[in-house]
């Protein structure tokens, strides 16, 4: 039930928009999550910001360079609860789910980067804990890559093959229209 869920965002970081990660999809995702989080601070529904604090050499997300920092879209407000993380998985070493079952939410819409890093691990964490979890596709976005195999892959690729992962097994996959939608219809 998306009006008792809290809104998860996960490492929307100046880091992640470093042009040597590569192309990368969903160009409007910071856009989409700005409007989700804005309906959820219009109903005061509990908001939940994951930052990543690198602790890899070469990170552009290390908590001592300004890539760690939020970008200005989805900027935390006095009181919207931040755990900081150092693996992929927002519920490792956070105390996330504690703070979760503290509050009684049991039900997590998750925006954030990347979809095959930590959006992928935490929304599969999420879902083996027990939450419902709605993943919103176009609130998320992936990185091009070479693959093991020496092939490159396209962002859109990776992103598309994460969800289709993800959806029906870990969560619900839907996009900010959709939801939105389903919102007004409440």
Known sequence: ?????ALM????????AD???GQRNNPD?????????AVWRER?????????????????????????????EVLPLPGEKEFTKRVNSAFIGTGLE????????????IVGLTSDHCVSASTRMASDLGFEVTL????????????????HYCADQIHRVNLVSLD??????????????ALTQQ
């Open 1 to 5: 039930m998306i009006d008792a869920a």
């Open 9 to 16: 965002l996960i490492d929307v970081q100046k880091g992640l």
């Open 19 to 21: 042009a040597a990660l």
């Open 29 to 37: 995702a910071e856009a989409n999550m700005a409007r989700l989080l």
């Open 44 to 72: 005061h529904w509990p908001i939940v910001h994951i930052r990543h604090c690198s602790v890899e050499p070469d990170s552009t997300l290390r908590p001592e360079l300004p890539g760690n920092a939020y970008k200005d």
């Open 98 to 109: 504690q703070y979760l079952r503290d509050h009684g939410i049991t039900a997590l819409v």
């Open 136 to 151: 919103v596709a176009d609130a998320s976005a992936a990185f091009e890559r070479r693959g093991f195999d020496g092939r």
């Open 168 to 181: 029906g097994e870990f969560c619900r996959v839907r996009d900010t229209a959709q939801l939105l939608d």
